[in-house]
């Protein structure tokens, strides 16, 4: 596979402040990448238009708003994030099975009548920002990475279309996910760059490797003073296979 066929591996998180700045950045990378991510920041800062703007450069956008409430809030949100055009969202796993469940029911529904594809719906597990000790002090007793597998288990169960996790956790998860279900990694930092807040973190070509379908990437890219060199360096780090 070749480094740009891998680069559409890469959804780039257009973690910036206005709608200004995360337009150029699609411009200037939407040849390489897959999918673009509009998270809290930016959805908070520029609102519903922020995503129109972004689907009218004709890309794949990821709403990545972490959706975490009862059932009936979170799904009439991931149905609003649906008629925006999102392609793919997320919602966090704790949340519990009846809310997934429900969620991805109503957004087949929706799908089915609108003649529209479903938007992949994607389970978050445990924050790449979580070591093992953090988790300990949120009450949860269970090693990180077991945790991380039966919220996986729980959103594979309530039909979700795959989960975010730290790459570190890959390996696990792997063994046991069915045909299609995806894996999603942010926490990806190359050798010289400091791991942020981020805490479970490993290079690209090792989350390729241990069997991600997707890479998130924010602060590496966009605020490099060269995106586009960014995510060569990226993804030079892989070997061509
Ligand atoms: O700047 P950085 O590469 O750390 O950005 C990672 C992106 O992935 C952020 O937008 C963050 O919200 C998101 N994310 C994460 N960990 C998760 C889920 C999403 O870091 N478990």
Known sequence: MSPDAKAKQLIVALDVSTQEKATELVRTLKAQVGY????????????????????QEGVQVFLD??????????TQAALEAARLGAHMMTLHSLGGEVMMKQTR???????????????????????????P????????????????LRLARSAQEAGLDGIVSS????????QE???????VTPGIRSG???????????????ALAAGA???????????????????????????IG
């Open 167 to 174: 790459p570190r956790e890959l390996p696990l998860l792997r």
């Open 213 to 239: 379908d997707f890479l998130v990437v924010g602060r590496p890219i966009v605020q490099s003073q060269d995106p586009v060199q960014a995510v060569q360096t990226l993804f030079g780090e892989i070997p």
């Open 177 to 183: 996910r069915p045909k299609g279900f995806l894996l």
């Open 192 to 206: 010289e760059t400091k791991g942020d807040d981020q805490r479970r973190t490993m290079t690209a070509s090792e």
């Open 105 to 131: 029911e109503t957004l087949q529904e929706y799908s089915l009548r609108e003649g529209w594809p479903c938007p992949k719906l994607l389970g978050v597990t445990i924050l790449t920002s979580i070591d």
């Open 36 to 55: 673009f991510k509009i998270g809290l920041q930016l959805f908070t800062a520029a609102g519903p238009t922020v995503v129109r703007k972004i689907l």
């Open 133 to 148: 000790q953090m988790l300990s002090s949120l009450g949860i007793a269970h090693p990180l990475d077991q945790e991380v």
């Open 65 to 74: 708003l972490k959706f975490h409430d009862i059932p009936n809030t979170v």
